[in-house]
């Protein structure tokens, strides 16, 4: 006797469509090896669209610290980009740094579920 299985699948949603896209503004420090007390410039190479009027907080602090030493307050391009100068703090010690936008998933927009990274990148501090 031969037995004959049929399955129906139904299409699950969910599995099938696409993950959400999420945009993370790429940052970039110049100099990328200060010393203390010198002034740089954080800056987008790659920009997020942003609410009109939205104002970004960029922080500098050491690699694993969580206090700022230093921000400065820059309002974007209507199409995200901005460059903002901002001194590396004199009383930071020479090592990893990081440049970061503090208050980036309070402007933007994370969509449920999806993994949303900081926009932050890192440079060295020179002695």
Same mark, same amino acid.
């Given at each position: 006797m031969a037995m004959l299985l049929v399955v129906v699948c139904a299409p699950l949603t969910s599995c099938l469509s696409a993950p959400s896209t999420v945009c993370v503004p790429t940052l970039t420090v110049d100099p990328d090896n200060p010393r203390p007390g010198r002034i740089v410039t954080?800056?987008?190479?790659?920009?997020?669209p942003l609410p009109a009027g939205a104002e970004l907080t960029v922080r500098i602090q050491p690699?694993?610290?969580t206090i700022p030493l230093a921000q400065a307050r820059v309002t974007p391009? +209507?199409? @995200?980009?901005?460059?903002? /100068?901002?001194t590396v703090p004199p009383t930071i010690r020479p090592g990893r740094a990081v440049a970061s936008i503090s208050n980036y998933w309070d402007i933007a927009t994370c +969509?449920? @579920?999806a993994s949303?990274? /900081?926009a932050a990148v890192e440079f060295t501090v020179a002695p």
């Open positions: 954080v800056s987008t190479t790659d920009a997020c690699v694993g610290e391009d +209507p199409d @995200g980009s901005f460059a903002v /100068s901002i +969509p449920e @579920g949303c990274a /900081s």
